[in-house]
Each structure stands twice: as structure tokens, then as C-alpha cells.
């Protein structure tokens, strides 16, 4: 059935009998322009500035709506089985210790990850981190600094005094999946999504973290990845994406339709960026008033870093809303398609300013 196509059916067995009415969820505000933040519509399609941040509110209801028009409807309760986390190995990694473990996602899959822990007892509970892959066969070993040395990001946060877990995405590293299978996931985009949000649910239940301070990174794939997590899950506090978006308009929408990614952007959509229901300008703007850094080198040639200037520009209008326009950051290193350290640099201070107490 086409994503957007819905009706109301409604059966009368007699004259006497009461009436039944089914009727599904009505289809999502449309908006034609994701770039302007300033107002919301009706269904009527009548416009209303926002001017408030319980303004601001409605709007953002209306941008996880079109987002399930494309990525598929945020999993329900009964997807949160218990995580029956089981340990592979431990392994000591200077003064910290490195788990591998799995941990039950949904009622049919099991995703690997690591997470690195203090080898001490820490005196008090620290700030945790999700840190998320690129598109390797590595998985989750780049990023745990078995792979790429400037990608081992979530070791070196871990260094800096974080507990960071690092899973793979689906069909990436260990995480053998099936995407032709029908297990209720509309998206890769949205299976990798609640993945992430069960290894939230992990972090949450070690004795070390502090759950009010848990941030997100990750690079290119991780770098949106970690966003639409964000989106779904206010439990991320700061998010950090290097080489991860552009605005939609300056991007290539095929790129994007893959079974790892969200194919009903071809399907439903005709990889046509004015059907689209959605841009990264309304996903930034909805992280507010959460932390958010873009970093986007000025030569990359997977995502154009006048697009992501583009969104920034368009978000700050809600940061500024909310008095958090400092919240709201981007950084354009003179780079390709990368995580160099100094650009590695920005985002670790970065995190450590919103996560980390005086």
C-alpha cells in the first residue's frame, strides 16, 4: 500500500446495531518547503507563524510524521524484548577494557557491539557515547580502533574518560542481516535506528554511566545515522556528525534508496526531491534545544558542504527560538571525505563542553 494512502471505513450491521467506525491515521501535514521553519500548517493548509517554542512543537509532530513516510513508523512497545546481553570476550586496552558482547535488539535479531569501560571502578558516573560506523565491512572495529586510525573515535572518547558503545549496522561487520525478510521494518535506516536505541537502553543499565549525559558521533553513514537516532531518541543530549548530511536539494536522492538506507524514497517518492517529505533542515531544527555539531569538509564530494550550511542557517531560526542558538555549531575543515584529527579535535571538545560537569 502506498505510504501516503489512507481511508476510513465504517460498517453498519442493521438499523439497530451501533455503528463500527475504523478509521486509520489521517496522512501528515504536507509541507512543500522543508527549507522554512517559520511556520506551521494546518490541514486546511493555512499557515501559522511560530513564535513560540509550543508553536515550534506542533511542527516538529509534523516532522516525525512525513520522516515515517519515508524511513517507516518508530517500532512499537512490543519490539523491546529484554537485551539478554551475553559476553563474547574482554580484553584489556591500556587502562581500559574493551567488552564484545551481543545484545537482543528485537524478538528475531541479536546485533554485536563494543564497549569500552574504565579497568577501575570509576568514584563517580560518567558521560557516555554511541559511536557509529562509516560504511566499511569493519563495522564497528573502525570506530573501536581495530581499523582506520582516524577513525577510532570511539576508543579515543573512551581515552577522554566516556563509556562508549560501538554496534554494527545491520549487515555491516558481525551483524549478519536480512533486509528481504519481512521483520517489520519499513527501512534500513529504521532497523539501524532501533538497534541504536536498545544499545541506549545497554548503556543505561551499566552502573558507570550517568543517563542524563549520553551524546552521539559517527562519520558519513554514522554521521546520519547518529542524526536520525537523535531524531527518535531525546535521550541523546549532544550529537556530533563529521561528513554525515546535506540538504537534500544538493545531494544525490539514488544514493539513498538502497535496502541499508530508505528505498521508498524511490519507491513512493520517484527519487524526486519535491515529493520528498522531508530535509535535514527540519531534523536539525528538531534536535533543538539539544547540542548539535556539523562537521563538513569544504571538499567532500559525498555531500556538499554549502548544503549543510544551508540547514544550519535554516535550524539556527529554532535554536535562536529556544535561546540555545550556541548549542548549534558547524565546522568546515579544509579536507575530502574524512575525520582528521584536528576536525576529531572540535568534536571531542565539543562533546566534552555538553556532556562533561565543571
Given at each position: 500500500?502506498?505510504?501516503?494512502?489512507y481511508?476510513?471505513?465504517?460498517?453498519?450491521?442493521?438499523?439497530?446495531?451501533?455503528?463500527?467506525?475504523?478509521?486509520?491515521?489521517?496522512?501528515?501535514?504536507?509541507?512543500?518547503?522543508?527549507?522554512?521553519?517559520?511556520?506551521?500548517?494546518?490541514?486546511?493548509?493555512?499557515?501559522?507563524?511560530?513564535?513560540?517554542?509550543?508553536d515550534?512543537?506542533?511542527?516538529?509532530?509534523?516532522?516525525?510524521?512525513n520522516?515515517?513516510?519515508?524511513?517507516?513508523?518508530?517500532?512499537?512497545k512490543?519490539?523491546?524484548?529484554?537485551?539478554?546481553?551475553?559476553?563474547?570476550e574482554?580484553?584489556?586496552?591500556?587502562?581500559?577494557?574493551?567488552?564484545?558482547?551481543?545484545?537482543?535488539?528485537?524478538?528475531?535479531?541479536?546485533?554485536?557491539?563494543?564497549?569500552?569501560?574504565?579497568?577501575?571502578?570509576?568514584?563517580?558516573?560518567?558521560?557516555?557515547?554511541?559511536?557509529?560506523?562509516?560504511?566499511?565491512?569493519?563495522?564497528?572495529?573502525?570506530?573501536?580502533?581495530?581499523?582506520?586510525?582516524?577513525?577510532?573515535?570511539?576508543?579515543?572518547?573512551?581515552?577522554?574518560?566516556?563509556?562508549?558503545i560501538?554496534?554494527?549496522?545491520?549487515?555491516?561487520?558481525?551483524?549478519?542481516?536480512?533486509?528481504?525478510?519481512?521483520?517489520?521494518?519499513?527501512?534500513?535506516?529504521?532497523?539501524?535506528v532501533?538497534?541504536?536505541?536498545?544499545?541506549?537502553?545497554?548503556?543505561?543499565?551499566?552502573?558507570?554511566?550517568?543517563?542524563?549525559?549520553?551524546?552521539?558521533?559517527?562519520?558519513?553513514?554514522?554521521?546520519?545515522?547518529?542524526?536520525?537516532?537523535?531524531?527518535?531518541?531525546?535521550?541523546?543530549?549532544?550529537?556530533?556528525?563529521?561528513?554525515?548530511?546535506?540538504?537534500?536539494?544538493?545531494?544525490?536522492?539514488?544514493?539513498?534508496?538502497?535496502?541499508?538506507?530508505?528505498p521508498?524514497?524511490?519507491?513512493?517518492?520517484?527519487?524526486?526531491?519535491?515529493?520528498?517529505?522531508?530535509?535535514?533542515?527540519?531534523?536539525?531544527?528538531?534536535?533543538?534545544?539539544?547540542?548539535?555539531?556539523?562537521i563538513?569538509?569544504?571538499?567532500?564530494?559525498?555531500?556538499?558542504v554549502?548544503?549543510?550550511?544551508?540547514?544550519?542557517?535554516?535550524?539556527?531560526?529554532?535554536?535562536?527560538?529556544?535561546?540555545?542558538?550556541?548549542?548549534?555549531?558547524?565546522?568546515?575543515?579544509?579536507?575530502?571525505?574524512?575525520?582528521?584529527?584536528?576536525?576529531?579535535?572540535?568534536?571531542?571538545?565539543?562533546?566534552?563542553?555538553?556532556?562533561?560537569?565543571?
Amino acid at each position: 500500500m502506498n505510504a501516503a494512502r489512507y481511508f476510513i471505513v465504517c460498517v453498519a450491521f442493521s438499523f439497530h446495531a451501533p455503528v463500527w467506525k475504523f478509521e486509520l491515521p489521517l496522512p501528515p501535514v504536507s509541507y512543500s518547503d522543508h527549507t522554512d521553519l517559520t511556520f506551521t500548517l494546518d490541514r486546511k493548509g493555512n499557515k501559522t507563524p511560530i513564535r513560540t517554542v509550543a508553536d515550534w512543537e506542533v511542527r516538529r509532530g509534523h516532522i516525525l510524521d512525513n520522516m515515517a513516510l519515508v524511513m517507516g513508523s518508530f517500532p512499537n512497545k512490543q519490539k523491546r524484548v529484554p537485551l539478554d546481553v551475553k559476553e563474547i570476550e574482554q580484553v584489556k586496552v591500556g587502562d581500559l577494557i574493551r567488552r564484545k558482547v551481543t545484545y537482543q535488539s528485537d524478538p528475531n535479531d541479536r546485533v554485536p557491539a563494543y564497549i569500552f569501560l574504565p579497568s577501575e571502578k570509576p568514584a563517580k558516573k560518567l558521560p557516555a557515547i554511541l559511536a557509529l560506523h562509516q560504511t566499511t565491512k569493519l563495522g564497528k572495529d573502525e570506530p573501536a580502533g581495530l581499523g582506520i586510525k582516524d577513525m577510532a573515535y570511539g576508543l579515543e572518547l573512551a581515552q577522554r574518560g566516556y563509556v562508549v558503545i560501538v554496534p554494527d549496522y545491520p549487515s555491516f561487520g558481525e551483524h549478519k542481516y536480512d533486509f528481504a525478510a519481512d521483520q517489520g521494518y519499513a527501512s534500513g535506516s529504521m532497523k539501524a535506528v532501533w538497534d541504536n536505541v536498545r544499545a541506549l537502553d545497554l548503556l543505561e543499565t551499566l552502573p558507570e554511566v550517568d543517563t542524563e549525559r549520553i551524546g552521539v558521533i559517527g562519520h558519513s553513514l554514522g554521521g546520519h545515522n547518529a542524526m536520525f537516532t537523535a531524531l527518535f531518541d531525546t535521550r541523546l543530549k549532544a550529537i556530533v556528525s563529521n561528513c554525515g548530511f546535506s540538504s537534500m536539494r544538493k545531494d544525490d536522492l539514488p544514493s539513498w534508496t538502497g535496502k541499508t538506507y530508505m528505498p521508498r524514497i524511490k519507491s513512493e517518492f520517484a527519487n524526486d526531491v519535491t515529493k520528498l517529505p522531508f530535509d535535514f533542515h527540519e531534523v536539525v531544527a528538531a534536535f533543538a534545544p539539544r547540542a548539535f555539531l556539523a562537521i563538513a569538509a569544504d571538499k567532500d564530494n559525498d555531500f556538499d558542504v554549502t548544503g549543510v550550511q544551508d540547514v544550519l542557517t535554516a535550524a539556527g531560526t529554532i535554536y535562536k527560538l529556544h535561546g540555545v542558538s550556541e548549542r548549534l555549531a558547524g565546522h568546515y575543515p579544509k579536507a575530502v571525505h574524512s575525520f582528521p584529527t584536528d576536525a576529531r579535535k572540535v568534536a571531542y571538545d565539543f562533546l566534552d563542553k555538553h556532556l562533561k560537569k565543571p
